[in-house]
């Protein structure tokens, strides 16, 4: 089952139990991670409490020389910020980019207004710690701006 289809909603996922299935492993291909460094950054209000307002990761594949970025954040399931990848791939690495790409995150998370963060705040947040993981990740990778 792609990942993507196991996450429903919050604190639901396709399990499959009327199928008889149970899951007992996740499977990550090989080609997915190699050469891939990524970063991740969990924002919350305090450190007692396992309860990100919200969380985000980038990962990045640089091309050879490391100056182009081969490819690369919030709501109540994981997802892939897909409108930020396809902007930032094959594109030159650089602290404009990285700005587009923080900003092209918001085109695909839809957070939601909770006792624990505003919807403006939580939007906010994901573009300043998307360009932040992206710099990191591009760093671990290492590329220079």
């Given at each position: 089952l792609p990942i993507q289809e196991f996450y429903i909603k919050a604190g639901k996922v396709d399990i499959r139990v009327e199928d008889g299935e149970l899951q007992t492993a996740v499977l990550i291909?090989?080609?997915?991670y190699e050469n891939c460094f990524g970063h991740y950054i969990k924002y919350a209000m305090r450190n007692a409490m396992d309860i990100a307002?919200?969380?985000?990761?980038?990962?990045?594949?640089?091309s050879a020389d490391k100056r182009t970025v081969a490819f690369g954040v919030a709501g109540p399931v994981p997802?892939?910020?897909e409108t930020a990848e396809r902007l930032a791939t094959?594109?030159?690495?650089?602290?404009?980019?990285?700005?587009?790409?923080?900003?092209?995150?918001?085109?695909?998370?839809?957070?939601?207004?909770?006792?624990?963060?505003?919807?403006?705040?939580r939007l906010h947040i994901a573009v300043e710690s998307a360009k932040r993981a992206f710099l990191e990740a591009v760093r671990l990778a290492g590329g220079e701006m």
């Open positions: 291909p090989k080609e997915s307002t919200l969380g985000t990761s980038v990962n990045v594949r640089l997802l892939r910020a094959g594109q030159p690495v650089s602290f404009e980019l990285a700005e587009a790409f923080a900003h092209a995150v918001t085109a695909d998370i839809n957070p939601r207004d909770s006792w624990r963060a505003a919807k403006d705040f």
